[in-house]
């Protein structure tokens, strides 16, 4: 683990465009206030939506989530120019999901439709309808989680789904990801100035 753990300081954990960070200080976070939400996900979103089984809420939709983690390994591969930040979160409203299962089939989902790629439709029918029963039949609450800490089983990298906005000020910038380093945000000062 790299962070210390929700147990500890009652934060999850997200990942944000530098660009994002003036107005999520100010505005919060929601769900599909930002350009890549309509670009890059929804549509897979809702077809992970289209197969969520009956006994899982129906509060819990993944095209209406914001997406943290509980914590992150050591070996992450972090995006340049990121911010990350600590999320103070209503646990009521969160859910969690094996994210392993879903990114093997985001890019054959995205890459189906595109000629020389359309063998992709055959990974997806076989493997990735298998990884989406097993997303949501090994998914839990949030709450149901802090007893049973699947986020710490071996293969099992969480996400947190966060059904709700986030108000601003329950979010805290920890550190800043560029090219070359971490900065944590309490050394901000020192190297930028």
Not at 43 to 64: G, L, S, T, Y
Not at 74 to 83: E, I, L, R
Not at 172 to 186: F, K, L, S
Request: aromatic share 12%; with cysteine.
């Amino acid at each position: 683990m790299l962070l210390p753990d929700y147990t500890e300081t009652g934060l999850v954990y997200h990942i944000v465009d530098i660009v994002d960070l003036r107005n999520i200080l100010k505005n919060g976070i929601k769900y599909d206030d930002k350009n890549t939400y309509e670009t890059k996900y929804v549509e897979f979103h809702k077809f992970m939506d289209d197969f969520k089984p009956d006994n899982i809420p129906h509060w819990v939709m993944r095209q209406r989530a914001i997406f943290c983690s509980m914590n992150f390994g050591t070996f992450n591969t972090w995006h340049s120019h990121s911010v990350l930040l600590g999320v103070k979160i209503d646990i009521d409203n969160a859910w969690i999901a094996n994210e392993n299962l879903a990114n093997e089939i985001y890019e054959p989902f995205i890459l189906k439709d595109i000629d020389g790629f359309k063998y992709c439709k055959n990974y997806i029918d076989e493997i990735g309808m298998e990884n989406i029963k097993t997303y949501w039949d090994t998914s839990l609450s949030f709450k149901e989680n802090l007893k049973l800490r699947k986020d710490k089983s071996k293969g099992y990298d969480e996400e947190v789904l966060i059904l709700g906005d986030i108000p601003a000020e329950n979010i805290y910038p920890i550190a800043i990801v560029t090219d070359h380093r971490i900065i944590n945000i309490d050394q901000c000062k020192d190297v930028y100035s």
